[in-house]
């Protein structure tokens, strides 16, 4: 169990530092928004056209835009206009440790895809938060269920648990 967990936790890792640049950026990509008013905010990247990103919010399926660190549409509170104070893409596959805190998308087996956090890992699995619902999941290192607070229950199997990592 030791070595499947090491296995795991060296076939992912996470670049901490913020970014607005969105050239790398693709289609399902997970974006971090932090506003000006300090607010943090998940959505995933619908598309990317020019050197505008246009993405959804996990939490409440509002669409926005970004022209590098400004909103170019909005459909939430934050207006046209608004200059947020960070802006950072995830995606890919890295090959280091994941430290607590990283971003992971989990594809479980009916093949729906959700994006988490890393809140610990230890020799008993990888305990993460979704990051659209705030439930919790432990996986073990073949990517079964251990505990579950949301819809797929324990024994489930996932297909994949990746790192994404921050785009440059």
Do not use: W
Not at 13 to 35: E, K, R, W
Not at 37 to 55: C, I, M, P, Q, R
């Amino acid at each position: 169990m030791k070595n499947i967990l090491t296995i795991l936790m060296s076939a992912l890792t996470l670049l901490f530092s913020f970014s607005a640049n969105a050239q790398n950026t693709a289609a399902n990509d997970l974006c971090v928004v932090t506003f000006a008013d300090g607010k943090t905010f998940y959505a995933k990247v619908l598309s990317k056209g020019g050197n505008e990103v246009h993405t959804k919010m996990l939490h409440s399926d509002n669409m926005y835009s970004f022209a590098g660190t400004t909103v170019t549409s909005s459909g939430g509170a934050y207006k046209i206009g608004h200059k947020c104070q960070k802006i950072a893409f995830y995606g890919g596959r890295a090959n280091d440790i994941t430290p607590v805190g990283s971003y992971i998308e989990v594809v479980f087996g009916d093949g729906v895809a959700f994006f988490a956090q890393v809140e610990s890992i230890g020799n008993d699995g990888l305990v993460t938060r979704m990051l659209h619902s705030g439930n919790k999941y432990k996986f073990n290192g073949d990517g079964k269920v251990l505990s579950s607070e949301g819809v797929y229950p324990v024994g489930h199997k996932t297909k994949s648990v990746m790192l994404l990592t921050r785009r440059k």
